[in-house]
């Protein structure tokens, strides 16, 4: 009787501990990151100990860190294929013949995804860069039998930018390993979304996913439109707050800011801690990374959602 009590009370609390480390795991925050000097250069040789995180103002205890170099990444590339695009779709694919050509590794995959009023599945996750590229040109050839991601909806008008994001995101890069990052080539204008602009940006910060924006703008008889000055500013803000970049492709050579990108995905670091403040109460939690000591400019995004 005492052996099977005694037998029944270790077994209570081998399973509070393993609930325990479970409720502590649900709590690691990640955070990926890309620092550059003062004159602008990538820093490639961080340790943790060059570092200090700040979550609310409040210093965090890093307790992974590692190169994103080492970690293999999937990509996914969105291109808008709405009418607003139409003049730029062959710079889009140009632009991605080079960039393929030079950022994917042994290790890692990527997928394509094009949208108007639908997203279309045009690659899926694929170490082939060339294979992304044929499949694309067979969409360019007007072939729509590609699988939509996200659920079947009525959209009236034609550009879903907010979705192409969110669901990239939640349905192509939420459960991966490793690096994770979203390219997207569009205005920013959208006009059939289910989802808003915070809720698409919260989605990516949930997930660490930094979002590079390449912005090709069609201006209306050479002059900006108010829709074009709301595009550029949902592009600038997206990709701010979720640690990527945002480029003026029409002020910017292509070879020059898809370069950038590669680099800082190369050359970027993962970190994770343990906030001090774990209670879940869906407010917004500021973090910081700064150096300790060197002049860096260190690129994140600004926070997260503790849902």
Do not use: W
């Not at 970027?268 to 109460?281: C, F, G, I, Q, V």
């Amino acid at each position: 009787m005492f052996r099977a009590a005694s037998f029944l009370l270790l077994i209570i609390s081998t399973l509070c501990c393993a609930q325990d480390r479970l409720r502590v795991n649900t709590n690691l925050v990640n955070m990926s990151f890309s620092a550059r000097d003062s004159k602008g250069g990538l820093v490639e040789n961080l340790t943790k100990d060059d570092l200090e995180v700040l979550e609310d103002n409040v210093p965090q205890k890093v307790s992974f860190f590692v190169r994103s170099s080492d970690v293999p990444l999937t990509l996914g590339l969105i291109v808008d294929y709405s009418d607003s695009q139409e003049h730029f779709y062959k710079k889009h694919r140009h632009d991605l013949e080079v960039f393929l050509k030079d950022v994917l590794g042994p290790n890692d995959k990527v997928f394509l995804i094009a949208f108007g009023n639908h997203l279309r599945l045009v690659s899926d996750d694929s170490q082939n860069g060339q294979e992304v590229l044929d499949h694309l040109r067979e969409f360019d050839r007007g072939e729509r039998n590609f699988p939509e991601i996200g659920p079947r909806m009525d959209r009236e008008l034609g550009t879903a930018f907010y979705d192409s994001i969110f669901y990239s995101v939640e349905e192509k890069l939420a459960k991966q390993q490793g690096r994770r990052a979203l390219l997207i080539f569009s205005d920013g204008e959208d006009n059939s979304s289910s989802h808003d602009m915070m809720t698409t940006i919260e989605s990516a910060q949930a997930h660490n996913v930094p979002v590079f924006c390449i912005r090709t703008t069609q201006l209306k008889r050479g002059q900006m439109t108010a829709r074009n000055q709301y595009g550029i500013r949902v592009m600038d803000r997206v990709a701010r707050e979720t640690g990527g970049r945002h480029f003026d492709a029409s002020t910017t050579d292509a070879r020059d800011y898809l370069r950038e990108i590669t680099d800082e995905l190369r050359s970027s670091y993962e970190l994770a801690y343990y906030p001090t403040r774990p209670m879940k109460d869906s407010t917004f939690r500021k973090v910081l990374i700064r150096g300790k000591e060197k002049d860096l400019v260190i690129r994140a995004k600004t926070g997260y959602f503790s849902r």
